[in-house]
T-cell receptor
């Protein structure tokens, strides 16, 4: 099942903050966050595996709720380089009993940072 | 992070021909690799799971006879688009897991005329 991402698009000025949400109707094994720039492949940002987990580096962080059905990506004091499309990819491994699974991606959130 | 490469980065072919795309894990071994497809302004869609030494697993709606996958070694998976048609034009991206993290290759843009 495809996770639901919101919002679809965000326009910010440099220095403003943004939150991108990713929701699933079922509990997940993991959530992966990627940023993709036009014409390029997705770049890995971070992975969350544990319910209640919060992690981050620099000004980009993410959380995974206790039920493992909702994750949020936080971008603080945004920079021009943050522009792109953000995707969450979800994995159900462990529930299907198999090995590594391919990711099911949300539709993406387009982030535009203006000077 | 781990490095995954793809070749070619861009290919243009005539309708009816076959195209082979290579995916390599450069600094780690990957028993499993994944192939995704992304149409313009859309999300990535998983096509198939490539397993070293066994048959690939295809997602529902993906024709296994059209998209041939061979996982020849622990560092190489190939995707062959057979008898390509204009509707197969897309951005094809592979990925490989190192631990729980999935790293993506740079992608191959296929244009079928």
């Amino acid at each position: 099942q495809q996770p639901v991402q919101s919002p679809q698009a965000v326009i910010l000025r440099e220095g403003e903050d943004a939150v991108i949400n990713c929701s699933s109707s079922k509990a997940l094994y993991s959530v992966h966050w990627y940023r993709q720039k036009h014409g390029e492949a997705p770049v890995f940002l971070m992975i969350l595996l544990k319910g209640g987990e919060q992690k981050g580096h620099d000004k980009i962080s993410a959380s995974f709720n206790e039920k493992k059905q909702q994750s949020s990506l936080y971008l603080t004091a945004s920079q021009l380089s943050y522009s792109g499309t953000y995707f969450c990819g979800t994995e159900m491994k462990g529930y299907s009993g198999g090995g590594a699974d391919g990711l099911t991606f949300g539709k993406g959130t387009h982030l535009i940072i203006q000077p | 992070g781990a490095v995954v490469s793809q070749h070619p980065s861009r290919v243009i072919c005539k309708s009816g021909t076959s195209v082979k795309i290579e995916c390599r894990s450069l600094d780690f071994q990957a028993t499993t690799m994944f192939w995704y497809r992304q149409f313009p302004k859309q999300s990535l869609m998983l096509m198939a799971t490539s397993n070293e030494g066994s048959k690939a697993t295809y997602e529902q709606g993906v024709e296994k006879d059209k998209f041939l996958i061979n996982h020849a070694s622990l560092t190489l998976s190939t995707l062959t688009v057979t008898s390509a048609h204009p509707e197969d034009s897309s951005f094809y991206i592979c990925s490989a897991n190192q631990g729980d993290t999935q790293y993506f290759g740079p992608g191959t843009r296929l244009t079928v005329l």
